[in-house]
């Protein structure tokens, strides 16, 4: 696909490249792949998640995939992951930046992770659970959510926020 929309833009000179489609090349991911893994594996030791929780970030690849990738990494020897899951690994990368630009120690920043939050992305939920259910949109939610804590965009919850409660199954009506 990205050499179908690459060919696109080549033939219209017209049309302006959105953003340059080589980092989904193979070379490219293969040159980041065991770095990101290893970077991942040590935020992962730091926010002290379980196996399951580490594979629901990753999408959650087989057992014997995880734990090849995890290897290879430490042997600093090349592989190649696919783009859904360097795309987890920049979103969980994003998190801990952010953490580390909003806490003043990494205590503090695994506190937050582990503890319930009223925004109302989070609905009274840990920001871990919705990091770990396995999701893409997730983490990068959570990711959105500390960038514009960074830039000084997010607010307490409000009234209306704190005493919200999540809609259930009987409140939705499909017509």
């Known amino acids: 696909m990205a050499q179908a929309l690459q060919r696109h833009y080549d ?3 017209e049309v302006r490249r959105p953003f340059d489609y080589s ?3 193979p070379s490219v991911r293969r040159r980041l792949s065991a770095p990101a893994m290893r970077t991942f594996l040590m935020i992962s030791d730091l926010w002290r998640l379980n196996e399951q929780q580490r594979r629901l970030i990753l999408g959650y690849p087989s057992r014997s995939s995880y734990h ?3 290897k ?3 042997e600093h020897q090349d592989f190649t992951l ?3 899951v360097l795309t987890r690994i920049s979103a969980v990368l994003g998190i801990h930046q952010g ?3 909003l806490y003043p120690s990494e205590r503090d920043a695994v506190s937050w992770l582990r503890g319930p939050h009223y925004g109302m992305v989070f609905g009274g939920q840990l920001p871990l659970a919705l990091i770990t259910s396995g999701s893409q949109d997730a983490l990068l939610t ?9 830039g000084g965009q997010y607010m307490e919850p409000n009234g209306a926020d704190v005493d919200f409660s999540p809609y259930d199954e009987a409140e939705i009506v499909l017509t």
């Open 142 to 150: 959570v990711r959105r959510f500390l960038d514009a804590a960074r």
């Open 82 to 84: 696919d783009v859904d």
């Open 68 to 70: 090849n990738w995890a």
């Open 23 to 25: 980092r989904f090349e």
């Open 99 to 101: 953490l580390g630009i």
């Open 11 to 13: 033939v219209d000179p």
């Open 72 to 74: 290879l990494a430490r």
